[in-house]
């Protein structure tokens, strides 16, 4: 029996999850007003940020099993405002507030400032269909 190679880390999701985020963002603020690809956007971005919040626990596994403990519960605090930070863009998705949702994301990309992404990528859109999707996890 052949040995299952995993290529994906979640290191490597949350890398690309944020730089997909970091690019939902940037078409956000071109937007002018709300529409159905806006809603993608915003839960695209909610998803996104639940697998981000996902993804901490198991990078952290390892290093528990070595008994890094320090080094564990300092990258879970380092990564601990992931969860508020979703909960708080569902309220304000919920009630529709755009304009709360602007601010959070600005707060984001704050968040994400060192992540460079060329406007010439090949992410493509990731946020087409995340609400039908966001609809059916919710």
């Known amino acids: 029996m052949t040995r299952i190679i995993k290529n994906s ?31 993608d956007m915003i839960a695209f971005i909610i998803l996104a940020l639940r697998e981000i919040g996902d993804g901490i626990d198991k990078s952290v596994i390892a290093w528990e099993k070595r008994g890094y403990w320090v ?16 909960q708080d ?11 709360q949702i602007a601010g959070k994301l600005v707060d984001l990309m704050g968040r994400f400032s060192s992540i460079k992404v ?19 996890v919710k």
């Open 9 to 39: 880390t979640p290191g490597k999701e949350r890398n690309h999850l944020s730089k997909a985020i970091v690019v939902t963002i940037r078409e956000f603020m071109r937007q002018t007003e709300p529409d159905n690809n806006t809603r």
């Open 71 to 86: 080094k564990a519960d300092k990258y879970r605090m380092e990564w601990a405002w992931v969860m508020p930070f979703e």
């Open 89 to 99: 863009l569902i309220r304000y998705f919920k009630s529709d507030d755009w304009g």
């Open 118 to 136: 060329s406007d010439k990528h090949r992410m493509g859109k990731p946020w087409v269909g995340a609400y039908k999707e966001y609809l059916s």
